[in-house]
């Protein structure tokens, strides 16, 4: 979340390259920053960079992080994806979402309500963010959200969204009825 936001704000400042780095910190620091990549390359293009500098930054310097992260798993584990493929090693026997017993709680952790909640409340900020026309939030808050939907389990979606930053100010102006 810093390292997003630090992103953010270096760009706002005019500071692209710093940004691109920082952001390579992010995706090195989570995988779901590389999901964060589009939204990088369109908040460069809302700031008025050139389309050129914006796709170099984002293309080649933003992904450095995760790229330096699968080279150093290459050499521990042999297998430069390891951080996409952790989750069946983790648990086997995969996630299934439902528990028709116990629609709360999935295991003794996975608070599936949680997380569907805020699977829905990043969509919805999603859509919100897309009719004000600010496609790089819209792209923030909802690509980490439908990957993770993808995989067809809610778990950590909540843990996801709050990652998410563009999502809070735009709560906080529905809160106190202005638009965002």
Same mark, same amino acid.
């Given at each position: 979340?810093? #390292?997003?936001?630090?992103?953010? #704000?270096?760009?706002?400042? +005019?500071?692209?390259?710093?940004?691109?780095?920082?952001?390579?910190? @992010?995706?090195?620091?989570?995988?779901?920053?590389? #999901?964060?990549?589009?939204?990088?390359?369109?908040? /460069?293009?809302?700031?008025?960079?050139?389309?050129?500098?914006?796709?170099? $930054?984002?293309?080649?310097?933003?992904?450095?992080?995760?790229?330096?992260?699968?080279?150093?798993?290459?050499?521990?584990? +042999?297998?430069? %994806?390891?951080?996409?493929?952790?989750?069946?090693?983790?648990?086997?026997?995969?996630?299934?979402?439902?528990? %028709?017993?116990?629609?709360? $709680?999935?295991?003794?952790?996975?608070?599936?309500?949680?997380?569907?909640?805020?699977?829905?409340?990043? $969509? @919805?900020?999603?859509?919100?963010?897309?009719?004000?026309?600010?496609?790089?939030?819209?792209?923030?808050?909802?690509?980490?959200?439908?990957?993770?939907?993808?995989?067809?389990?809610? /778990?950590? /979606?909540?843990?996801?969204?709050?990652? #998410?930053?563009?999502?809070?100010?735009?709560?906080?102006?529905?809160?106190?009825?202005?638009? /965002?």
């Amino acid at each position: 979340l810093f #390292l997003v936001v630090l992103s953010a #704000l270096l760009i706002k400042t +005019g500071q692209p390259f710093f940004a691109a780095i920082v952001f390579a910190l @992010a995706t090195g620091a989570r995988p779901t920053g590389l #999901l964060m990549a589009p939204a990088f390359l369109f908040y /460069l293009f809302q700031n008025g960079y050139k389309p050129i500098q914006a796709i170099l $930054l984002s293309v080649l310097v933003a992904p450095l992080g995760i790229v330096l992260f699968s080279a150093y798993l290459y050499s521990l584990t +042999g297998n430069p %994806l390891a951080w996409m493929e952790i989750q069946k090693a983790w648990r086997p026997g995969g996630f299934p979402d439902i528990d %028709l017993a116990n629609p709360i $709680l999935l295991t003794d952790w996975n608070f599936v309500s949680l997380n569907i909640a805020a699977g829905v409340l990043s $969509l @919805a900020a999603g859509l919100t963010f897309l009719k004000n026309k600010n496609l790089a939030a819209a792209l923030l808050v909802t690509i980490p959200v439908a990957a993770s939907l993808w995989t067809g389990s809610t /778990l950590s /979606l909540a843990r996801h969204a709050l990652n #998410l930053f563009p999502i809070f100010p735009l709560l906080a102006a529905i809160s106190i009825g202005k638009n /965002l």
